[in-house]
C-alpha cells in the first residue's frame, strides 16, 4: 500500500551520500501505486523529484518537495530466432539487468557493465561506456503520464537520443515518469571490443574469441579499477561529459596540446576525453577540504566523508575553470545538480 512519508534523510537514496532532507517521500513499487500517488493532493501542489538510483543527483541543498523514488522490478524476456526483446521494471538495478542478459545469452548490454544506477534512468540519459550507448539497443519504453496519469509507449523515434540527452531531459521534462524499458538484444553476439582498454584486457586474460560474458567481466574489471565503490565512497561515477567540439576548435586544441585523447564521433565532430582534460590541469588525486577527484579516475568526483552538496559543486566549478582556462574548452557536469 502506497505510503507518503514526512521529512526524511535522502543520505541512503544517493550514492554522493549527502545528507540532506525530502520534506515528504514515496517509494512506487508498481503502476498502481503512481495511480494511487498522483490522486493525492501533495502530488498535485508540490514540487516534484523522481529517482532511480539516485546515481546521477547532487543534492546541495534540502529538497522541499516530494521525492518519487522508483523501485518497480521484474525482468521478462522473449526470443524470436536471433532477436530477442527483454523488458525490465524501471527500478531494476542497471547492472542487475546487464547481468541477467549476459547469463542468457542476450547480446548488447555487456560493455555496459557496472553502470550505476536503475533501468529506469537509462533512456533519460542515454547512459554509455566502452563504444556503446543505450540508444544502440533501446527498443521502447512506458511511461506514466504525470498530467493524465495515463501510461504511454515512446519508441526510438519519440526519444530524440543524444550524447548523454535525450526527450526525457528536453522537451519531456518533467512530463512522465518512466515504469518499464524494452530492449533489441541479440542470441548471435556481435562483439565490441575496439573501445577503451577492453582489447588490452582480454589479451592479459589470454582470450583471443571472447564471449559477451568476457567482455562483461573484462569492463567490469576495468571499471572497479578505475572507479570508486558508491558504498564505501560517495561518488557518482562520471561527474562530467566528455566534451564534443567541432573540427576546427579540435584543430587549435590540438595544435598546442597534440598529445589530446581525443575520438571521432559519426557525426564529424571529435570527442575529447575529460578525464584526461582534468588529469592535466593537475587535478587527479586532489582533496580539498571533505571532497576531491578519485585517485584513479580525474572524471569522478567523491565525497571523503561529511561533505556537502555545496562543497562538491563548487569543486567542480573550480575544475571547469581549470580546464577552459588550459585547454579553452567548457566542460559540462553529466551529474544532475538541486
Not at 559477451?212 to 571499471?223: K, L, T
Not at 562543497?311 to 575544475?319: G, K
Request: aromatic share 10%; with cysteine; hydrophobic share 40%.
Amino acid at each position: 500500500m502506497l505510503q507518503i512519508q514526512k521529512d526524511i534523510s535522502l543520505k541512503p537514496y544517493n550514492s554522493f551520500g549527502i545528507d540532506v532532507k525530502a520534506k515528504h517521500f514515496a517509494e512506487i513499487f508498481n503502476e498502481e501505486d503512481l495511480t494511487a500517488l498522483f490522486k493525492n493532493e501533495l502530488a498535485k501542489t508540490e514540487d516534484l523529484l523522481v529517482i532511480g538510483g539516485g546515481s546521477n543527483v547532487l543534492f546541495t541543498k534540502d529538497f522541499n518537495g516530494l521525492v518519487i523514488k522508483i523501485s518497480i522490478k521484474g525482468i521478462s524476456s522473449q526470443v524470436d530466432g536471433e532477436k530477442v526483446l527483454v523488458r525490465a521494471g524501471a527500478g531494476e538495478v542497471w547492472n542487475d539487468f546487464v547481468t541477467y542478459c549476459v547469463e542468457h545469452g542476450f547480446a548488447g548490454v555487456e560493455n555496459l557493465s557496472l553502470i550505476p544506477g536503475t533501468v529506469g534512468a537509462s533512456p533519460i540519459q542515454n547512459i554509455g561506456a566502452y563504444g556503446v550507448e543505450l540508444k544502440d539497443v533501446f527498443e521502447s519504453c512506458t511511461a506514466f503520464e504525470i498530467k493524465t496519469g495515463e501510461l504511454k509507449t515512446f519508441t526510438y523515434a519519440d526519444c530524440s537520443f543524444g550524447y548523454r540527452e535525450s526527450a526525457f531531459k528536453g522537451e519531456l521534462k518533467g512530463q512522465y515518469i518512466i515504469t518499464s524499458v524494452a530492449f533489441g538484444l541479440k542470441t548471435n553476439a556481435a562483439i565490441n571490443t575496439s573501445y577503451g582498454a577492453i582489447e588490452a584486457e582480454l589479451e592479459k586474460r589470454g582470450i583471443e574469441a571472447p564471449s559477451i560474458a568476457d567482455v562483461s567481466a573484462a569492463v567490469a574489471h576495468i571499471r572497479v579499477s578505475k572507479l570508486p565503490d558508491p558504498s564505501t565512497i560517495g561518488n557518482a561515477g562520471s561527474f562530467f561529459k566528455n566534451p564534443v567540439i567541432e573540427k576546427h576548435e579540435f584543430a587549435d586544441v590540438v595544435s598546442k596540446h597534440p598529445d589530446v585523447v581525443h575520438y571521432p564521433t559519426a557525426d564529424g565532430k571529435v570527442k575529447l576525453a575529460a578525464g584526461w582534460l582534468i588529469e592535466q590541469c593537475g587535478w587527479k588525486g586532489k582533496v580539498v577540504g571533505h571532497t576531491g577527484t578519485w585517485k584513479n579516475q580525474a572524471l569522478v568526483l567523491v565525497n571523503h566523508g561529511g561533505a556537502t552538496g555545496m562543497e562538491v559543486f563548487q569543486f567542480s566549478a573550480q575544475i571547469i575553470d581549470s580546464v577552459q582556462s588550459t585547454f579553452g574548452v567548457t566542460l559540462e557536469r553529466e551529474v544532475n545538480i538541486l
